[in-house]
C-alpha cells in the first residue's frame, strides 16, 4: 500500500508489505441419524504465519522492523437436526441447533477458545426464525504493536478544534505539544459477544426468491481505537499527558499547560453496536445452471462506547461516523463448474481532525471491491470414479473440490481518514490476495 498524508509540515510516504501464509485442511462427514435427520460435523486446523516489513519510507519516522506472529488454532462445527418435516409436528416444521468452537493460539499474546450456538426454527416451510450467540477474539495489528516510537511537535493552535482544557477554565493551551505516536506493545486483544435474531420468508408467488431481516447487538471489550480530543483526554485519561509548571498568567486552581501527551492506540474500555440487517436473495434453476443472487445492507441504531472504565458511556453518536455497508453477488453453478462475483461497497464516514491546520475534519472516501471466484467439484463428473481399474489420476482426483479465488481483483487500497488511519471494513490492507482451497471428501 502506497499513500501520502499529513503527520507534520512534510507528508510521509510508508510502503507497506504484507505477507500472510495459511496453511490448513478439515474434513466433514456424518456422525450419526437423529429422527430429525443426519449429524454432520466439520473438524478442522489451520497454521497462519504473518510478517510487515515497510520498505522505501521517507519522510517522517521510518519504521522498523516488525516481528513475525505464528498462529495456530483448531476448529469444529456441528448442525444437530432435532426435528423436521416428515415427522409431522404442527409449528415444527424443522428445529435444528447448531454448536462450534474455536481454540487459536498466537505466539505473541497467547490463546482464546471462542463457542457459537444457533438455533433455527421453522413453524412452516415459508418462514424461518434464527438466532445465535457467539464470542470473539481479536488480536491488535502488528503495526499497531510493534511500530518505533516517534515524536512529532505541533502548535496548539493547530489542535483546537480538538477540544479545550477543563483543567485550565476551557482555554486552548499556549505554545505547542509534543505527541508521542507509533505503535503501543501493551495493547491487549480485543473480546467480544454477538448476538442476532432474525426472520426469513419467502416471497409469495415468486419461486426462489426470499428476503431477510436481522437484528444484532455487538459487544467489545478492550477493543482498538484512539481518544480523539483533549478534553476527552484530560477528563477520562489523564495518565497521557504531560503538564507543565503553571504560567504566571495562570488563573488560582488551574493546571499546568499540557506539553506533551501520548497519542498511541489504546485499548476501549467497552462499546457496543446495535442495529439491523435487511437481505434479499434469488434462486433460480435454469438449462444453462443455477443461478444466485444476494444482497443485504446494514443500518446501525446505536453506537456507544466507554473510554476507560471511570469515564461515563457515551451517547448514540451521529450516524455520519458510522459507513453504510452493502454486500451484493452473484453466482452460477452447472454440472461440475461454479462460479462467483461479488461486490462490497462501504459508504463515506466522518472523521474528527487532530490538526486543523493541516488539514481539517472530513468525510472519509466510500469505497468498495470485487472479488471472484471460480470452482471445480470432480465428484460431479459422471466419468470420475475412483474405483477398481480407474486411472491413477482419476483415483487421485475423485471426491475433490478445487475453487480459486481472488479477493480484490482490481488491487485497490482502502482509503485513508484525515487522521492517517485506514479506513479497512471493506479493504484489507493486505491488498489483492490469491486463495486456492482443496476439499477432499471422505
Given at each position: 500500500m502506497l499513500d501520502e498524508f499529513w503527520v507534520n509540515p512534510a507528508p510521509t510516504v510508508l510502503r507497506d508489505l504484507n505477507e500472510v501464509w495459511t496453511y490448513s485442511a478439515q474434513v466433514d462427514g456424518r456422525l450419526?441419524?437423529?429422527?430429525?435427520?443426519?449429524?454432520?460435523?466439520?473438524?478442522?486446523?489451520?497454521?497462519?504465519?504473518?510478517?510487515?516489513?515497510f520498505p522505501e519510507s521517507r519522510g517522517g519516522a521510518v519504521w522498523g522492523a516488525i516481528p513475525q506472529r505464528d498462529i495456530t488454532s483448531v476448529f469444529a462445527e456441528t448442525k444437530v437436526p432435532l426435528i423436521s418435516a416428515k415427522q409431522g409436528?404442527?409449528?415444527?416444521?424443522?428445529?435444528?441447533?447448531g454448536l462450534a468452537a474455536r481454540v487459536e493460539d498466537y505466539s505473541d499474546?497467547?490463546?482464546?477458545?471462542?463457542?457459537?450456538?444457533?438455533?433455527?426454527?421453522?413453524?412452516?416451510?415459508?418462514?424461518?426464525?434464527?438466532?445465535?450467540?457467539?464470542?470473539?477474539?481479536?488480536?491488535?495489528?502488528?503495526?499497531?504493536?510493534?511500530?518505533i516510537t516517534s515524536f512529532t511537535t505541533i502548535a496548539w493552535s493547530a489542535l483546537a478544534s480538538s477540544g479545550?482544557?477543563?483543567?485550565?477554565?476551557?482555554t486552548v493551551n499556549p505554545g505547542s505539544v509534543t505527541v508521542t505516536g507509533g505503535g503501543n506493545p501493551g495493547?491487549?486483544?480485543?473480546?467480544?459477544?454477538?448476538?442476532?435474531?432474525?426472520?426469513?420468508?419467502?416471497?409469495?408467488k415468486v419461486k426462489g426468491l426470499s428476503v431477510s431481516a436481522d437484528w444484532f447487538d455487538n459487544k467489545y471489550t478492550d477493543g482498538f481505537g484512539s481518544i480523539g480530543t483533549i478534553t476527552d483526554r484530560v477528563l477520562y485519561a489523564p495518565q497521557t499527558i504531560t503538564r507543565g509548571p503553571n504560567l504566571p498568567t495562570d488563573q488560582a486552581g488551574w493546571a499546568g499547560p499540557i506539553t506533551a501527551y501520548d497519542g498511541r492506540a489504546v485499548n476501549i474500555a467497552s462499546s457496543?453496536?446495535?442495529?439491523?440487517?435487511?437481505?434479499?436473495?434469488?434462486?433460480?434453476?435454469?438449462d444453462w445452471g443455477s443461478i444466485s443472487f444476494t444482497s443485504s445492507g446494514e443500518k446501525f441504531l446505536?453506537?456507544?462506547q466507554r473510554v476507560v472504565p471511570s469515564s461515563p458511556l457515551t451517547a448514540t453518536i451521529n450516524k455520519r461516523y458510522r459507513p453504510m455497508r452493502v454486500t451484493t453477488s452473484l453466482f452460477w453453478s452447472r454440472d461440475a463448474w461454479d462460479a462467483g462475483l461479488t461486490h462490497l461497497y462501504g459508504g463515506e464516514y466522518w472523521a474528527d481532525t487532530t490538526n486543523a491546520t493541516l488539514a481539517p475534519s472530513r468525510f472519509t472516501d466510500a469505497t468498495s471491491r470485487w472479488d471472484v471466484a471460480v470452482g471445480y467439484d470432480f465428484a460431479n463428473r459422471s466419468d470420475m470414479g475412483g474405483g477398481k481399474g480407474a486411472s491413477w489420476w482419476r483415483r487421485a482426483l475423485h471426491n475433490t473440490k478445487w475453487r480459486a479465488t481472488i479477493i480484490n481483483v482490481f488491487d485497490k487500497e482502502p482509503p485513508l481518514d484525515v487522521r492517517g488511519f485506514v479506513?479497512?471494513?471493506?479493504?484489507?490492507?493486505?491488498?489483492?490476495?490469491?486463495?486456492?482451497d482443496l476439499t477432499l471428501r471422505f
Open positions: 450419526f441419524s437423529l429422527p430429525g435427520g443426519d449429524v454432520h460435523a466439520i473438524l478442522g486446523t489451520e497454521l497462519r504465519e504473518e510478517y510487515v516489513s409436528i404442527p409449528l415444527l416444521n424443522q428445529l435444528e441447533l499474546v497467547g490463546g482464546a477458545t471462542t463457542p457459537r450456538y444457533s438455533v433455527a426454527w421453522r413453524p412452516a416451510k415459508a418462514v424461518l426464525v434464527r438466532a445465535s450467540f457467539g464470542e470473539g477474539f481479536l488480536v491488535p495489528q502488528l503495526y499497531r504493536t510493534a511500530q479545550a482544557d477543563p483543567a485550565r477554565g476551557n495493547l491487549k486483544p480485543q473480546k467480544s459477544e454477538h448476538t442476532t435474531y432474525g426472520i426469513v420468508g419467502d416471497v409469495p457496543r453496536a446495535v442495529g439491523y440487517n435487511v437481505g434479499l436473495r434469488y434462486r433460480r434453476t435454469t446505536r453506537d456507544e479506513s479497512s471494513s471493506v479493504i484489507d490492507p493486505r491488498l489483492r490476495r490469491y486463495v486456492l
